[in-house]
């Protein structure tokens, strides 16, 4: 079974400063899907970014971008000049080819400082 | 585009009843999932249905059931409620089943008491 482990359950970092949020995830598959989800306090889980693992090239995002390592199954996001509104909880998740569900990490908070 | 609702978005019950929630995809999504999230077991697959049919189930008890109708609406049925049942119960949708990105409602809060 796949598992996700976020290792940071709460970051903090300064407006218009960078963050860091780690992901590994354990996988004996070479097809699959990652992607990370914000869950700001109305709850709604949005996506942020996702990243095909067949694609060496990094997804970005406006402001986010991933640093996929698939031979060390780690895929952390990193948030550039963090803005108030980034201020939530991100999940990290994976998703098997040809799969139907989500597995989740644990969350991690992010508190932006103005 | 409408996005995924659900209803009730709060619900409070106690211990022994039942709950039926419900969930409206994204018009021409058929496929509809749920989830749990809680703060001790995080976010938890319950089950996927698209045309009607359950095609995968978590980890969860028998008393935990859904239906899904034919204009892709689906419900979820919690029966004899226990303490633990409190949590948030997301639904999500997509397209079809190849479809790998699902798109979240705003969960349905349920505390039991």
């Given at each position: 079974a ?12 300064q407006?218009?400063?960078?963050v860091t949020l780690s992901c590994?995830y ?6 699959y ?5 914000k869950?700001?306090p109305?709850?709604?889980?949005i996506?942020?970014i ?10 970005t ?6 640093n996929f ?7 952390s996001?990193?948030?550039?000049d963090?803005q108030?509104?980034d201020a ?16 989740f990490?644990?969350?991690?908070i ?5 | ?17 039942q ?6 995809p994204i018009s021409?999504h ?7 999230q ?8 319950l089950?996927?249905?698209?045309s ?17 109708f ?13 303490l ?7 639904c999500?949708?997509?397209p079809?089943?190849?479809?790998n ?12 008491l």
């Amino acid at each position: 079974a796949q598992t996700v482990t976020q290792s940071q359950p709460e970051m903090s970092v300064q407006e218009a400063e960078t963050v860091t949020l780690s992901c590994t995830y354990d996988t004996s598959e070479s097809d699959y899907y990652l992607f990370w989800y914000k869950q700001p306090p109305s709850r709604q889980m949005i996506l942020v970014i996702r990243q095909e693992a067949y694609k060496q090239q990094n997804a970005t995002e406006n402001r986010f971008s991933v640093n996929f390592q698939k031979a060390a199954k780690s895929f952390s996001l990193k948030i550039s000049d963090s803005q108030l509104g980034d201020a939530a909880m991100y999940f990290c998740a994976y998703w098997r080819e040809y799969g139907n569900k989500l597995v989740f990490g644990a969350g991690t908070i992010l508190r932006v400082k103005s | 585009k409408a996005g995924v609702t659900q209803t009730p978005r709060y619900l409070i019950k106690t211990r022994g009843q039942q709950v039926t929630l419900s969930c409206s995809p994204i018009s021409g999504h058929r496929s509809v999932s749920w989830y749990q999230q809680t703060p001790g077991q995080g976010l938890q697959f319950l089950f996927e249905y698209f045309s009607e049919t359950q095609r995968n189930k978590g980890n969860f008890p028998g008393r935990f059931s859904g239906r899904q109708f034919s204009n892709s609406r689906s419900e979820m049925n919690v029966s004899t409620l226990e303490l633990g049942d409190s949590a948030l119960y997301l639904c999500a949708s997509r397209p079809g089943i190849v479809y790998n990105e699902q798109f979240f409602g705003p969960g349905t809060r349920l505390t039991v008491l």
